[in-house]
């Protein structure tokens, strides 16, 4: 089955911009169903203001989604997708802290700026492809910057309480993972990208994608390399 996209986006030649990039992006795109507002998008999902989105036999695999609309916040509808299969990227031109951080928080896979050029978004989706997380590089090093300053807050947040200590990691136990969960980890550990995975199992590289973050999430883990360690320890590789 070819990948379903929906792009909410409030402005018309935005949206058609973001079109054109997912295209451009994915070979196998068979449809892009367009939004304009939160209402909009909770009628083709079939859901309400503040309820999860419910999982359909044939669920979009691709969302985008812009935070400022005009019936409310992207952030709204990213928690309402918190149960729903499907990679949620931010597509916005906003870079700072107070946008990025709180749309990483509601589950936000990945957030890119509208304002950079067409090749590089098209360059940033298709990461998903490849396992990485598609971030717009003033984005990235935003994040690096964040992560690196050790405080474990928001630049600029200099008054916050300090961050709790990390818990620690969940043991391995691949007895949780399904059969499919168990070969896709084991591809992952051998350096496969998501593609070569995808062709090895003949499944879609988005079903491969949704295996994984499946595997992240069961192993607490949020990297190949964490999760690849794991498995070896546990003899899977």
Known sequence: MAVKVLILEDNPVARGFLCRV??????DVSSITEAGDLEAVRRLLGHSAGQRAPVTADPFQLILVDLELPDGSG?????????????????TLYSDDEHLFPALQHGADGYLLKEDRFEVLVEELQKIVRGQPPLSPAIARR?????RSGDGQPMGNHHAAPAAPAAPAVPMDHERLTPRE???????????????????????WFTVNDHIKSIYKKLNVSSRAEAAVLASKQGLV
Do not use: D, N, W
């Not at 997912?22 to 070979?27: A, L, M």
């Not at 952030?75 to 597509?91: F, G, K, Q, W």
């Open 75 to 91: 952030l709204e509808l990213l928690s309402e997708l918190s149960a729903y299969p499907a990679t949620r990227i931010v597509t």
């Open 22 to 27: 997912v295209r451009e992006s994915f070979s």
């Open 143 to 147: 994040l690096l910057t964040h992560f």
């Open 182 to 204: 168990s070969e896709v980890l084991t591809y992952l550990s051998k350096g496969f990208t998501i593609k070569e995975i995808a062709s090895l199992m003949g499944i879609k």
